[in-house]
């Protein structure tokens, strides 16, 4: 699955630097849970897996790239939740949601 979602990828980045659109396009690549050891996954050496509320089953990666702004080989270990990005993308786009009443943060200085 790793190899195929990889390539995957590699194509919508091909695409992207053909058209000349990758300084002007976020790509970010996420899970929405942890491995499933039914497929040969591990979560090692955090607890639990797929559907559990241990590490195993909430840390996932999350990787990001936009030419020009986020530093190749970048890395940061701040912990954050997927529904964080929603602030995130209103900064980056200008659009303000410090009127809303949400319980999550504006990651874009840990980005650019």
Do not use: Q
């Not at 992207?16 to 039914?38: C, Q, R, Y």
């Not at 559990?52 to 909430?58: I, R, V």
Request: proline share 4%; with cysteine.
């Amino acid at each position: 699955m790793t190899v195929s979602f990889d390539d995957r990828i590699g194509k919508v980045i091909e695409v992207l630097d053909a058209n000349v659109l990758s300084e002007d396009t976020l790509v970010i690549v996420l899970t929405d849970h942890g491995e499933d050891p039914v497929f040969g996954e591990s979560r090692l050496p955090y607890c639990g897996d797929k559907a559990t509320l241990f590490e195993g089953g909430l840390w996932v990666p999350c990787i990001m790239r936009w030419t020009g702004l986020i530093e190749a080989g970048s890395a940061s270990d701040v912990a954050c939740n997927s529904s964080d990005l929603f602030p995130t993308f209103c900064s980056l786009a200008g659009i303000t949601s410090d009127d809303l009443m949400l319980d999550r943060r504006n990651l874009s200085s840990l980005m650019i």
